[in-house]
């Protein structure tokens, strides 16, 4: 019986998330109100800001919990798989420095007299 309840108060998808952030950006407009009533000047202001900045943070706590739905065929490679790397084209943009084997320098560069 408590798990059924419990059920009730768990967030399954951003439609819930979306209205969750909404009823508390709500309350946190009315709270922000009531402080610029109870405290006038800039202290008043101070804590109607911390208020509403209080909502992105919950807001995108509660949209990175609940992600979208992606499709079965996405999740094979990874939801946070890397980009595939590109082939560099056949014709350069740009020269290609030479590249030098340390054994073809000439013997007389090796010489310590």
């Known amino acids: 019986m408590l798990r ?3 059920r009730l108060f ?3 998808t951003r ?3 979306w209205l969750v952030i909404y009823a508390i ?3 946190a407009v009315e709270r922000g109100r009531l402080y610029l009533d ?3 000047g800039w202290m ?3 804590l109607a800001m911390a208020c509403t900045g209080v909502v992105f943070v919950a807001g ?3 949209l990175d919990a609940v ?3 992606v499709p079965a065929a996405a999740m094979a490679t990874g939801p946070y798989a890397a980009p595939l790397r590109r082939r560099a084209p056949t014709g350069r943009s740009r020269p290609m420095l030479p590249r030098r084997h340390p054994a073809a320098e000439s013997r007389s560069s090796h010489r310590t007299d």
Do not use: D, M, N, S
């Open 67 to 69: 992600r979208p739905a």
């Open 10 to 12: 768990t967030i399954k």
């Open 38 to 40: 109870i405290y006038p």
């Open 60 to 62: 995108g706590k509660l």
């Open 4 to 6: 059924k309840l419990g």
């Open 25 to 27: 950006a709500l309350g």
């Open 15 to 17: 439609w819930e998330a």
């Open 44 to 46: 008043g202001w101070t």
